[in-house]
Structure formats: C-alpha cells, structure tokens
C-alpha cells in the first residue's frame, strides 16, 4: 500500500511540473548587437527625411501632425517596435495606431533605429535582449497575471477596453501576442506604447522579463488539458457557452420527460 501510495505521489509531482509545456527557446537576432556602420547611418537619414520627418519634424522635435521623437520612453527599444510591428509609418495622424505589415526589411529598420538614435540623442532604453531559454515560465505566468492579464486577458488574445481622457470616454483595442516576438514583448514592456504603462526594471527586472516572454510564448500554444478550448476566449466565454448548453440540455430533457408523459394512454376507470 505505501509503494502505491509513493508512485501515485510521484506521478502527481511529475504531472504538477509538466502543466506547461515548454515552447522553442528564443534569443535576440545578431542584427541587434554592434555599432552601427556609416552606411546604416546613412540609409538611416535618407528613410527618415523621406518618409518620416513630415511628421516628426527635420530634428524630430515633432509637429502637428505627429509627436516628438526625442524626449521621453523614445530610443532604440520604442522605434523598433513601432518600425517592426507596422505600427509606423502610417499616412496620417491617428489616435492608435495599429499594428500591420511593416515597408521595411530588417536592415533598414536597424539603419531607422541607429540614426534616431544616434541623431536626435534618444533617452529612451535599448532594444531588450531577450531570451527565453533563461526565463522562468512560472516567474513569467506571475508577472504577466499581475502585470498584464487584466488589459490582454489571461489568455494573451487581447480585446476592447474603454478609457476615460480628458473626460471624454474613448474605447482602446488591446492587441493580443499571436504575431508578437519575444523582443517585441520585451520592448513594449519597458516603453509603454500607446495607452499601455512603462514597466520600469524595478517593477519587471530582466530575468522576470524572460520569464514574460517565454510564457508569452507559450500562449500562443498552450497545452489546454481541459477539454475543448473555445477558441481560448477566456473564463467569460467558457461560462457562458457552459450555462448555454447546460441549461439547453436541461430544458431538452424536461421537454422530452413532459412529452413523453403526456402520450402515455389513460387507464381505463
């Protein structure tokens, strides 16, 4: 009975410590290490006189048509996400831009990143190197329950939320991560774009960070034990769909009960 006992406690531990399945590691591409060459410098400028300085003025002070590029969370870790995600350029001034299908390839993002950088003296963070073989995919669960769940929703598909600003209430779309990079998440934890908050190294260090992304990452293809998913639209969702059926077969079943009580012939007096 206690040799039983034993391997059943055991199965239970190594059950506990397989809940998430371990994604892919991923480290930071190469292109993000080094200085920046003369020739990146300069294809950096030509891209932004061209399509960026419009906007965001020769000294990237900003205009009317868009913000400034040299004060505040801007550096290298805010233009690459805006750059990489399709988020920037847009054709004209919006209140949230969105994310799409960026015109650039990954060298004239990384010439875009150095120049502003380099030309407008960016106080903003680095481009995060993000690894996810390093996090901890529990420590990752933890931060991003506290940190982000409650605007991405805990299953990371995003959704609508209404915000109040200058007491005019305006709805904001919270994109979900199934087209976001490691480094991407990490950039915009530590820059905040848009309506999202900055989240400084004293509220996420890095190691949390990794941890962040590599649970992030198991978002995308989380191993759903509990039967069918519903497309993973959260808690709401499934309680919905469970009251729905529940209460659809309830009502089949006193439907068919009372029916089938009443073709029952009458016994004869």
């Known amino acids: 009975m206690a040799v039983v006992a034993t391997v059943a406690l055991a199965a239970a531990i190594a059950g506990a410590c397989s809940y998430f399945e371990d994604p892919d590691p991923y480290r930071p591409p190469a292109s993000y290490t080094g200085r920046p060459t003369a020739e990146a ?28 590029l040299a004060t505040g969370e801007n ?5 690459d996400f805006m750059l990489r995600t399709g988020r920037m350029p847009i054709d004209a001034p919006v209140e949230q831009a969105q994310a799409g299908t960026s015109p650039y390839d990954s060298d004239e993002i ?24 390093a996090g901890d995919l529990v420590e990752g669960r933890a931060a991003y329950q506290e940190n982000c769940a409650a605007c991405h929703a805990t299953t990371g598909i995003g959704g609508a939320m209404i915000a109040g600003r200058d007491g005019e209430t305006t709805g904001i779309f919270i994109p979900g991560f ?24 004293e509220i996420i260090d890095h190691d949390e960070l990794d941890g962040l992304a590599r649970y992030i990452e198991y978002l995308k293809d989380p191993d759903d034990r509990g039967g069918w998913s519903l497309g993973r639209f959260g808690p709401v969702a499934e309680g919905a769909a469970g009251l729905v059926l529940g209460v659809g077969i309830l009502v089949l079943f006193v439907r068919w009960v009372g029916t089938t009580r009443g073709q029952r012939p009458k016994e004869e007096p």
């Open 178 to 201: 199934a087209r976001t990079s490691p480094t991407e998440v990490g950039e915009a934890a530590r820059t905040g774009p848009g309506a999202m908050p900055a989240f400084s190294p």
């Open 75 to 79: 550096g290298p870790a805010l233009t």
């Open 110 to 133: 990384d010439a875009l990143v150095a120049y502003l950088d380099d030309a407008f003296d960016q106080p903003g963070p680095d481009i995060p190197e993000i690894d996810t073989a």
């Open 41 to 68: 410098l300069a294809l950096g400028q030509q891209l932004y006189q061209r399509d960026c300085s419009f906007c965001h003025g020769d000294d990237g002070r900003g205009t009317s048509q868009g913000p400034d």
